[in-house]
């Protein structure tokens, strides 16, 4: 059990709980990190959990909940929402909701509201424009989008919120492992777009909610 | 005077002359060429001509025609159209124009009809929303970008008209000369649309004037 | 069943049904949405199907249509084209042969003729030179080709027709997954080529469909 | 006149108005349209204005304000913050001063105070400890480092602010041009960072000033 | 058996035995290749050997020794350290610590004194800073990091020691396969660390031992 | 006088005289070495040297040959060829030609026969096929190509001599400085053509002129 | 038995049969292709031909001949060489074998004599330096190198014989697939090297067995 | 004067001085910075400085010595060396040269001894072999070599002595700015080679030192 020093000051510094990173873990070895930071903290949970590695897990931890979309568990469920303030989470394609509910689900065990725009892409754009309104009401959006990742520009370009732009790792060819959804994003020519790395829906989560809390406590 | 072989067939193999094409020559070999290949077909362009290089070549040959924010000269002036189709060029930024304006010449020195939509870029939508009616009239859009490069995949998603996209070098950063806006319309989730080089504003117009005699001749 | 929104706008905006790409969704799920909407459109189909997958949705939907060289599988058949045009259909390698079916295939779901040039690679160029002029009745050509990617610029030279180029993945080493057939063809020097993403006979066959349709209506 | 169309709605829309970027437009370009949108905002301002182009623009409209470090020109001066937070601008290097003053003048003309912390990087990392308490006071950090680009990882790592991250192009060999600290950003162990393009300090000063804004407006 | 002639001269030129390199052998190559190289050399050792593969070579070789965190087998035991001189080995994720342990077992196999430290990434710095002063003692410090990989940049600017730096493949997105780590440590601005490729614990390992051992010799 | 070792025993081993690479050195170094060399070797060649340095030369070494196109300045003339093979150098555009020239120039200081075949290009393909019978005459030949490079291939699929290539810089946009037309050589599906650097057209004529000197020597 | 043309032609324009890649085609596609080309060339060969596909095609052709470390297969077994001439095959490593035998047994099936020198890798140049002198006595050099590729360079050096250089994909992390060793060999500084694509072994003897039958022909 | 902080903690921590790096910074700049740092340290120096600036800079500030080749200026002259350990410098062309000087001349200005080995590159290996026993004789090799980068990898194999590898950005076409070298070294089949930025040759220097110093100290 010596194989990692958990990091019990970083809450206090940063806000959050370490979050345990699932790829190249094993089940064993995933379970008894939860068992031993669960005692720690409100809520621990583990990103990257597939349906096959959460049973395993499941059989040696007691009380975990699991959102497979997201592929996430944790040991506490999603609360009502602590904060007033509402994050909108777009996205285009089927094949990106695994990504986009990531960042969801992180959000909302982390207290934050969240509403899901689902199915919006630019290649249809009236369906993004018959959600504007609703849009333009959140305090932040995360915007995902795979393949040529137009979806943050278009959003930027429609709406005064701050957008959080997540590129996956969707398409194929060009695409070259969702690079070229990762520069679409950084050269957006509607400024005022962050953007995290490739697939990183976990990432884009805690940058809004670092803002959020951030944000409440100084207003 | 044996530098270049002129290819007399491809007129009548490709229905179009052969272009100079004005990088890495000397004023005086474009002057030379041109003088060379005007009897010999109605029009004769050069492209990529800087007003300063236009200077010394409109010394040594007469009657040439110049169009500067397509860097285009010609031995023959703009003619009214001679097909009944119109070809729409959209354009987001002022930087992209000289490219979109190279298409634009070449497509009227080669008698097809053109409408210019400049200023339309994603990063305020409402302004590609209000010529939707116009751009669904033309019989071909070539769509003209750089940075991001996410308009030709909005366009695509707004018209049913076909769209050749064509990437300009505009940007700087995470752009790598075009890349980005490269891959972005390569991989553009709206299918249906065509690619040429970075700054090819005279590929695209060639594509589309053979798309329009081939396509003329055969309905 | 919620998993994706049906854009039945988009066959009125666009002159096409909404195609079903198979990767990344279970049989299950291409099963469902195949079922869901062939109510609303004459020709319902799903490119990059196994025949594995397709036996799975075969048990759960009746009435289909498979395509095996071509992946695809179809709520219709192939009738006899609708437009007096011919498309033409151009490749080197056996290898490269699915892409150019995908392209074949969607065009004739979506009512043109289609001619088949197979084996016509530059590594023997007398075959193309012996198909030359079959290739120039067409109206419009896609010439797909992998490995350096060559033919289309060798095919653009040989006739007036336009050239759609689609690159393919097959090749090794320094072909980087495709990239080097890409280059190539946008690199083209003969000029007048569009360019789709590496392996995508589908957007091909799209762009050239889209044309033919647009062209069919105004002249 | 008439080669840029103004996107009067766009203040509307997005909270602030459209910022002229200098680089490809002559200072004759940037003087005009420094007058015709002058009268229509309360500020009006161009990046990537140098000292020589500013002459000529100052030579041609009056009452222009110069911030020579962040190389930004502007109709209004820097007025006292509207806002009661404070936003973090942390930079190691001399070299990385423009974009950091880009950040931070773009920040202050829209109406946000500002704190500077200059010359903290990581090859000494005592300079960063000794201001740990300050910028754990700010609402939001902007972290800008060339070369490697680990100073936002190593911030984010010690305070609970949030981060964006601006990649500079600042380095030689095998920097790229600004790709090595960009990917650096993009892949931080530090969870909760957004990145924008190389260079763009001006990008990372419009997504704070969002944030700001809408959180302002919602809480 | 003549697969591969052994290079008896080598260990006089360098002083190491030629060291095995797993991949690509079968167990069986591998088993006789020990088999052959033992009675010439103190000490054979083989890399990247997983236990399957290990236990196949041990039921045909007696006598060995497998360091299963850092995928090595040996033909001899770890011994004391022979030299007076400590290697600092410093890692920061548990992902990461298969290549560290590569660099630490080579390095005790070779006769030198080794001390790890574990799990003191930037992202929570403290911890780093807390072993500070045991870093300062060590002779040589390698440093192993993946994702951003700045951790060698950051350690060789808080003490004196020379760094060597190895980036991993861990990490996903725009990491590229540890291109990220890579060009974080060659760009670093602390001066002073020399890099080594991509997972390559063996080699920084080896690179010290020359160090040492030339160093020893000389002083 | 002492930066440069001369190494006097290359001409035995290798059978050709070191040559001065020009780029980066002053005319005087350049003209310094051409003095201490010549008296050792019955040709000395500089490359890379433009008609502004070569005038420079000149004013300080006498008896200078100066072959413009190839940008080679030379202590001996081209003398009738000493072997009985003739090298066909094939090439398209005119902007090629200085490598091209450079091949040529360098085999002709060697001793060997050479035929010129500028303006082949694929884009009109009977340009080449009225030559064939021509190529095939020849020993080797060596086939130079800037933008996608496709002239190798076909060339190498029509005639059975075998084929160097080399790949030039000329292009723009996507050519990214000769890597497109690199990787179209190196992929190309017509077996048998060896690739030198892009604008290498020294080297390709070394590696002619070793396979013809090789080959006469054991024939 | 439609899928592929065969091209008859071939071997009189280029002096060798068409041969069969293996990848991407199923056992029982390569055994009806060798079937139907087998009454018309002397020898067919197929190539990247594993053991396991080697026993289905034998179980349905046959009379052939496999060599299993250059997973090749052939209707006809190695003769006694047709020419004078020995082509000298160098090699580092074990894992570049397979590579380096696709050369060799390809040369020695076209009626050349091979001299195989197997483990001369530059981490031990003495062994290289011993085999100089035979070196010396080739008429070509095959080399065949995989990391960082350098032993062409360094043979190159040693030896006025023409090297023909191909890089494997051997290596990991920074290696990029071949890649690093690919530039390395384009970027000699022992001029007179030509390059094959990455792993292509059959492609260097294909081009020098061209150049050993042209130059037998003309001398 | 407020635009740098200077580290004075820097030295006691690490052991050397600050360096001021010259690129991007005003003559005169460079100039304050160093009348600045000269009172608190025993030698301050510049690298990057070309003859142009330094004669800006001698004008303004005294006493200073200038290392031509090295492009390096300091407050200091090079004293005899302080420690009984000699540097091996080896280099293979007249153009790597400004940067194995400035590898040279920084370890000379920090008090250790350095025996330079220039032009003794891969293309004739016998001027290394005729230097291998003094290279035996220093403590650490810094080899320094552009293009293809081979030298690190040839002089490993040939001594024990560790090698500090620097590639150079000297090269063409294919070599992309240093990356071949870079690769190359970093993929090197020799082990123990420690690589730094592409032209870095002060980074080199300052591993080197480190390493001396460190072992000094505790040997
Ligand atoms: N083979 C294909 N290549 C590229 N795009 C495709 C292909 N097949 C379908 N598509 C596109 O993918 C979209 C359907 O994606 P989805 O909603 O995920 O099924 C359609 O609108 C098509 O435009
Ligand atoms: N883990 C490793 N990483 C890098 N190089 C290694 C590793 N293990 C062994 N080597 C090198 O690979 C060589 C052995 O290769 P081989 O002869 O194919 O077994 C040895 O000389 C070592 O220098
Ligand atoms: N190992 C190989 N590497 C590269 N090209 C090959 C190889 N084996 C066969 N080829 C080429 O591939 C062509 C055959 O492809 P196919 O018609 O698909 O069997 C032949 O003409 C050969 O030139
Ligand atoms: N030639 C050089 N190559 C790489 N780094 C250098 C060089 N010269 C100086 N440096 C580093 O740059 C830092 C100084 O940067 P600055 O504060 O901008 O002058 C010093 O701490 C050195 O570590
Ligand atoms: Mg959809
Ligand atoms: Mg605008
Ligand atoms: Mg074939
Ligand atoms: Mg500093
Ligand atoms: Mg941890
Ligand atoms: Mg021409
Ligand atoms: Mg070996
Ligand atoms: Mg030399």
């Not at 089927?94 to 992180?106: F, G, I, K, Q, Y």
């Not at 429609?158 to 959080?164: A, C, D, Q, R």
């Amino acid at each position: 059990g010596d194989f990692a020093r958990i990091d019990h000051q970083r809450q206090q510094r940063t806000g959050f709980p370490e979050v345990i990173w699932g790829p190249g873990k094993t089940p064993q070895q995933i379970a008894e990190i939860l068992e031993r930071m669960r005692p720690h903290y409100p809520c621990v949970m583990a990103t990257r959990i597939s349906p096959e590695v959460f049973e395993v897990v499941r059989s040696r931890v007691g009380g975990l909940h699991y959102f497979e979309k997201a592929r996430i568990c944790s040991t506490a469920p999603i609360l009502p929402p602590q904060f007033p303030l509402q994050v909108g989470l777009v996205c285009a394609g089927t094949a990106d909701l695994p990504v986009a509910e990531e960042a969801a689900v992180t959000l909302q065990l982390s207290g934050f509201g969240v509403e899901r725009f689902w199915d919006v892409g630019v290649a249809g754009i009236h369906r993004l424009l018959s959600v504007r309104d609703r849009l333009e009401e959140m305090a932040v959006l995360i915007v995902v989008a795979g393949m040529e990742g137009a979806l943050p520009s278009v959003v930027a370009g429609l709406v005064s919120v701050p957008v959080i732009a997540v590129p996956t790792s969707i398409g194929y060819g060009a695409n070259f492992g969702g690079l070229a959804a990762l520069l679409t994003m950084l050269n957006s020519c509607a400024p005022g777009i962050g953007v995290v790395n490739i697939d990183n829906g976990f990432g884009a989560a805690m940058l809004v909610a670092k803002i959020l809390r951030s944000l409440s406590q100084r207003l």
